[in-house]
């Protein structure tokens, strides 16, 4: 009898479920987009009526597509969001919407809050997490300053794992090792809260949810109501995902030390796996749990990454949305066929992608995007290439940041929507230097919450054993020829950024 995961993958600017056979093979999906909120400039906020019923139809509508008998399904796993505050009630309510990972009020107050009772080195020797907008931990010290009702109401400071894993009927709140470092609250070597980041914001432990090393334990199984509403059977295990970044890595195959995963999508990130708990002399890479893996993952991050081409379609290219509706095209590949007709450089055109602040090696929640070197002669298609150009600086920044800490990077997995395109492939190879590999399963987070749960439910010996469904069909080698243009280009991103932080950033 065939046996099926399910892997829900619950992102930023939309969810995807999809369903897998026990070799990794995709059956059936579906992809449903939700909105944000920015009610002040830098703040960005969503909700769980935005949230939910989409997960709901998401999963529903997958099972649907893939013609498969649901009661054939063994598990369900979670990839959620990281570094996002829910302030629940003692009715297991929000008290107010969930404060997202890209949102920067933390900035100046809340980090000074901070770093004015505990050393910046400690914060990141303790936790793993840079000091910065990204974590949880400066956003909360904020919302102790700005919203003390709440504060005083709040029975449980939650993440996006141990919420909506409750929603679906989960026994208790349950969190992952990979979700909970990414909190700035966790003493990230001794794998459980920190008490001293606690005591410093006033939050007793006991309103925390239960973190859980064992990578797709089973925390309750799937009841009636929400049976009906998402298609999964009565019973169904619900298992422990993990912070969706550990997903992809998880689901590229990421599991043993020295493997490399470049994850574009709304967040980037290069993680690097690694036997030992790495800390950067210069405090911007992330150490974090290797969920189930017994090893550690060491990343920088860009705060927007692809969407800031998504940014970039929504805000300039009406037109090629409708041509592409049109057409029955995606609008994207209209874009890059428009990128393709720029040189390398973008015809002197840079552009800054921190829309959300600056992530990774450049860690400034005041930093902003930005275009330089338009002149009368400059064509959209020049603009659209800066964008993606300006991406892979700053990931390049991330990689280069790695690389000086001493990690040795060779092949890097490629995961995420940019996968899907050769030329960006390409440009990343030859802007890197370092071949990218593409996954055979280009959905590795959806692929990881499943492999979780097969790993939960017994149909994987272990992590090491699910992670050999993942496999690599295609690589981009570095062209040598493409170099010097692209490292004069990323010499001019690196001084617009140094010369904008030193009198507007």
């Known amino acids: 009898m065939a046996q099926y995961l399910v892997g829900l993958d619950g992102g930023t600017t939309g969810c995807k479920t999809c369903i897998f056979d026990l070799d990794g093979k995709l059956v059936g999906s579906d992809y449903r987009e939700y909105p944000s909120y920015y009610p002040e400039p830098g703040w960005v906020e969503q909700t769980t009526e935005d949230l939910l019923p989409n997960f709901y139809d998401s999963i529903k509508t997958a099972i649907n597509k893939s013609g498969i008998n649901p009661e054939d399904i063994i598990g369900f796993g979670f990839s959620s969001q990281g570094s996002v505050i829910g302030m629940l009630d003692e009715n297991g309510e929000l008290l107010r919407p969930w404060v997202g990972w890209q949102d920067l009020r933390g900035e100046g107050e809340g980090i000074e809050y901070l770093t004015s009772r505990i050393p910046r080195s400690e914060i990141y020797?303790?936790?793993?997490?840079?000091?910065?907008?990204t974590f949880s931990n400066a956003k909360l010290a904020w919302l102790k300053l700005h919203e003390p009702e709440n504060w005083e109401k709040t029975a449980l400071f939650s993440t996006m794992q141990d919420y909506f894993l409750k929603q679906f009927g989960a026994d208790d709140y349950y969190t992952d090792y990979s979700s909970a470092s990414r909190e700035g609250m966790m003493d990230v070597d001794n794998e459980c809260w920190s008490k001293e980041m606690h005591d410093i914001l006033g939050i007793d432990l006991s309103k925390r949810a239960k973190i859980v090393k064992e990578p797709g334990k089973v925390v309750g199984h799937i009841g009636k109501e929400v049976s009906e509403k998402s298609g999964l059977p009565v019973g169904t295990p619900i298992c422990m995902g993990a912070h969706d970044q550990n997903c992809c890595t998880f689901g590229a195959g990421a599991?043993?030390?020295?493997?490399?995963?470049?994850?574009?999508?709304?967040?980037?990130?290069?993680?690097?796996?690694?036997?030992?708990?790495?800390?950067?002399?210069?405090?911007?890479?992330?150490?974090?749990?290797?969920?189930?893996c017994g090893n550690f993952t060491i990343e920088a991050f860009s705060n927007t990454a692809a969407s800031s081409y998504r940014w970039y379609r929504d805000t300039f290219c009406d037109y090629e949305k409708l041509m592409a509706k049109e057409q029955g095209e995606d609008p994207y590949d209209l874009i890059n066929k428009q990128i393709a007709t720029s040189p390398i450089g973008a015809n002197g055109i840079t552009f800054l992608s921190f829309l959300q602040g600056a992530g990774g090696a450049r860690i400034n929640g005041k930093a902003r995007g930005t275009f330089v070197g338009m002149t009368l002669g400059?064509?959209?298609?020049?603009?659209?290439?800066?964008?993606?150009e300006g991406i892979c600086y700053e990931m390049y920044d991330i990689i280069r940041a790695e690389e000086d800490s001493g990690i040795k990077i060779d092949k890097i997995r490629l995961a995420g929507g940019a996968a899907k395109s050769p030329l960006w492939c390409q440009m990343m190879a030859d802007i890197f230097k370092h071949p990218i590999q593409i996954l055979e399963n280009g959905e590795a987070g959806c692929l990881g919450a499943a492999l979780y749960a097969g790993?939960?439910?017994?149909?994987?010996?272990?992590?090491?054993?699910?992670?050999?469904?993942?496999?690599?069909?295609?690589?981009?080698?570095p062209n040598p020829d493409n170099y010097a243009a692209y490292d004069a280009a990323y010499k001019r991103f690196c001084d617009v950024y140094d010369a904008l932080d030193k009198k507007i950033f």
């Open 125 to 133: 020797k303790q936790t793993g997490d840079p000091v910065g907008t």
């Open 455 to 477: 790993v939960g439910v017994g149909a994987y010996k272990d992590c090491h054993e699910a992670a050999k469904v993942a496999r690599t069909t295609k690589e981009y080698t």
């Open 255 to 292: 599991v043993d030390d020295g493997t490399a995963v470049l994850v574009m999508g709304t967040f980037g990130s290069c993680f690097v796996v690694s036997d030992k708990s790495i800390r950067d002399p210069k405090e911007r890479l992330v150490v974090k749990g290797n969920h189930g």
């Open 378 to 388: 400059t064509r959209k298609a020049d603009m659209a290439r800066a964008v993606m």
